[in-house]
């Protein structure tokens, strides 16, 4: 069963025909960001802080600014219970929403649907905007102008992570002989980092295991048997929803130290560690932003958003992990906007010049503070040929009630992962017959 929700803004009131046609006239000047949601099944506890941080963001737009330089915002959600078929249905459905209006950009929020709508997105020219996640490939700007994965990819935060056990190791000379076990969802999403892992322990000596879990990973017993017999030094996870808390018990129920065990930045909410109680105690992960609700944009939805009620904005996931990415996700969507109509004008944006926002978005730490999100997250510039920036990332760790920073910023290693960047996108232009453009 889908469920959608509309977000009408402020709309005349009317009746019959030329209520209908005004109401449409309504929606054509209106920027109208289609929502891809995952908010029941097996992912929702993933899902329902990601859908509850974009629909606040937008909301935030229009009540407290009047929408993106006076042009007012609309959403649409479709549920797609985090499986590519019903992804791509929901695309097809909010291309356009019920009023005409064409959709702005596309955030799939699932590394399956963004592959299956990368050449959808290209004819139809509707950036997509798979923030951390996705092909890797298309960080490669000259073959997949289209799609956009900053501020960083799977390869940069696997290499950054390496980087990461190397410093906890005592340097790079130490990680010969080092046992680490990839766990990962047995999905497009999961085996993303496995190229950069695989080069990387080959290039320090690394004793590298792989260990997929299937959809949606509520059994992972045989897995977490092996880990035990293999003893790795580290453990790495990608995993998603609920697999996540699920391997914290397994990992806690064989003794594995939880200060060894690092998820990547989607195995890192609040919803991963809470189930497993004090058992969780000393896990870590990835992250590219902060968490907790100490920033002035929290302060701002629970004013705008909530009409002041703290307890009610508390409640539908403010300042949690996932909630603040989308609040992050839907910031860089808005302003690709702004930074578009800066050149083209104030008015509704279309795919064309939102992916000309995007491929000149210039998110600076002035900027941040005049959006509440100064010391959030980093400053970011896009350019033609870098759809990512390989970004860095912070590590952090759970003390049973909250996230707490452990790390500096960590640098990918581009050196290696660029190349391999590079590569794919050139193996994927040959096998589409496309031709890069310059830039």
């Avoid at 996230?403 to 590079?422: A, L």
């Amino acid at each position: 069963m889908k469920f959608r929700t509309l977000f009408l803004g402020a709309l005349v009131a009317a009746v019959g025909v030329t209520g209908i046609a005004v109401q449409k006239a309504a929606y054509a000047a209106e920027q109208f960001f289609p929502m891809l949601v995952y908010r029941t099944g097996p992912y929702a506890p993933s899902g329902i802080p990601v859908a509850n941080g974009f629909r606040d963001y937008y909301t935030l737009l229009n009540k407290r600014d009047g929408g993106i330089n006076g042009v007012t915002v609309t959403f649409e959600e479709c549920e797609t219970k985090y499986n590519t078929k019903l992804g791509v249905e929901c695309y097809e459905k909010l291309k356009k929403n019920s009023a005409g209006a064409k959709a702005t950009l596309f955030n799939p929020f699932s590394t399956g649907i963004t592959y299956q709508l990368i050449p959808k997105a290209t004819v139809d020219e509707i950036p997509i905007l798979s923030m951390g996640y996705g092909r890797t490939a298309a960080a490669d700007g000259r073959y997949f102008p289209w799609v956009f994965n900053f501020p960083t990819t799977y390869w940069s935060q696997a290499s950054a992570f390496i980087k990461y056990v190397s410093r906890q190791e005592g340097g790079w000379d130490k990680l010969k002989g080092v046992k680490i076990a990839h766990v990962y969802h047995n999905s497009a999403y999961g085996k993303e980092a496995n190229p950069t892992l695989t080069a990387l322990a080959k290039i320090y000596g690394i004793k590298l295991t792989l260990l997929a879990v299937d959809h949606p990973g509520q059994e992972q017993k045989a897995t977490w048997l092996q880990i035990r017999r293999l003893k790795p030094d580290w453990v790495f996870m990608s995993g998603w929803g609920v697999m996540n808390s699920v391997a914290i018990k397994e990992a806690n129920a064989i003794n594995f130290p939880m200060d060894h065990f690092v998820g990547n930045w989607w195995s890192g909410s609040e919803g991963d560690v809470i189930p497993a109680g004090k058992g969780s105690i000393g896990y870590k992960s990835a992250a590219f932003h902060g968490a907790g609700a100490n920033w002035k944009i929290h302060q701002d939805i629970i004013k705008h958003v909530y009409g002041g009620d703290a307890a009610k904005a508390k409640a539908n996931n403010l300042g949690e992990v996932l909630y603040n990415r989308t609040l992050v996700n839907a910031m860089y969507g808005s302003e690709a906007v702004r930074t578009a109509m800066a050149k083209y004008g104030n008015k509704p944006m279309t795919g064309e010049q939102i992916r000309w926002g995007l491929e000149n978005l210039d998110v600076t730490e002035k900027r941040l503070g005049e959006l509440g999100m100064k010391g959030m997250l980093l400053p970011i510039k896009i350019s033609c040929a870098d759809h990512e920036t390989s970004g860095p990332i912070i590590i952090q760790q759970w003390d049973g009630t909250k996230w707490n920073i452990v790390s500096k910023w960590i640098k990918p290693m581009r050196e290696i992962v660029r190349p391999m960047v590079e590569k794919a996108a050139k193996a994927y232009a040959k096998e589409n017959n496309i031709t890069p453009r310059s830039c």
